[in-house]
């Protein structure tokens, strides 16, 4: 059926409006996408400087935290080792320097004139002994001094036994555990010696024995150190 002459004038003068209202919705809907791209971009920026500046902040809050947490730490320890200095030296007297040193032992050996002695209650032979002490940073006791042979001897009349000492037999002399010889006007060591005897001594007497044959020994070290604290400077 063919379509009426005026009808196909109509539809043929109605399709040039079409073309400007097109170009305008297409414009339209750029700008809108354009709008919504950027406040999109806006939002993640923004929203990604707030977590940045959140995350700072907590990195902050927890390096001042770490930081309070160390100088408490600090503290106490500073508290306690003055306490333990307060024990083992005293509190220092007025006018003494506030970082004098003070010299003690470990428990069970005894302090005397700098240095630290201990009186074993085992016995071993000679060898044995000495490594015993030196695995405690010592050696078998050596006798430098008329005042540390009194302190000695003294120490044997209550403990009433025989004690290895630091020295054994070389050559043709008695030789100390530090490679120093015994003049003979030091120390007096009575009883038959050989080739493989060492020195013990007891209540009253320094003899010479078999190396080899169990006694109980005597070991020395340097005493330990720390400053002191005075009192006022932990309040």
């Known amino acids: 059926m063919l379509t009426p002459p005026s009808v196909l004038a109509v539809s043929s003068r109605s399709s040039p409006f079409c073309h400007p209202l097109t170009i305008s919705l297409g414009v339209a809907v750029t700008i809108l ?8 971009v806006l939002i993640f920026q923004g929203s990604s400087l707030s977590c940045l500046n959140s995350a700072q902040n907590l990195s902050e809050e ?88 009194t302190f000695i001897m003294n120490r044997m009349k209550m403990e009433k036994g025989y004690y290895w000492l630091g020295l054994s037999k070389g050559k043709d002399r008695w030789l100390w555990v530090t490679g120093a010889w015994l003049p003979a006007e030091k120390l007096h060591v009575t009883g038959s010696s050989g080739s493989h005897s060492c020195v013990v001594c007891g209540m009253d007497e320094v003899l010479a024995e078999s190396c080899f044959n169990p006694n109980e020994w005597i070991c020395e070290k340097a005493t330990m150190e720390f400053p002191t604290v005075k009192r006022a400077s932990l309040d």
Not at 33 to 40: F, H, I
Not at 100 to 128: I, M, R, T
């Open 33 to 40: 996408l354009g709008t919504v791209t950027g406040l999109a």
């Open 62 to 149: 927890r390096s001042g935290n770490n930081q309070n947490t160390s100088n408490d730490l600090h503290r106490s320890t500073m508290v306690m080792l003055g306490k333990l200095k307060e024990h083992f030296c005293g509190e220092l007297e007025s006018g003494e320097a506030e970082h004098a040193q003070c010299e003690y032992c470990p428990l069970g050996w005894v302090l005397h004139h700098g240095k630290c002695y201990y009186f074993s209650e085992k016995k071993k032979n000679w060898s044995d002994s000495e490594r015993f002490c030196n695995s405690r940073a010592g050696s078998l006791a050596v006798i430098d001094n008329g005042e540390e042979k």
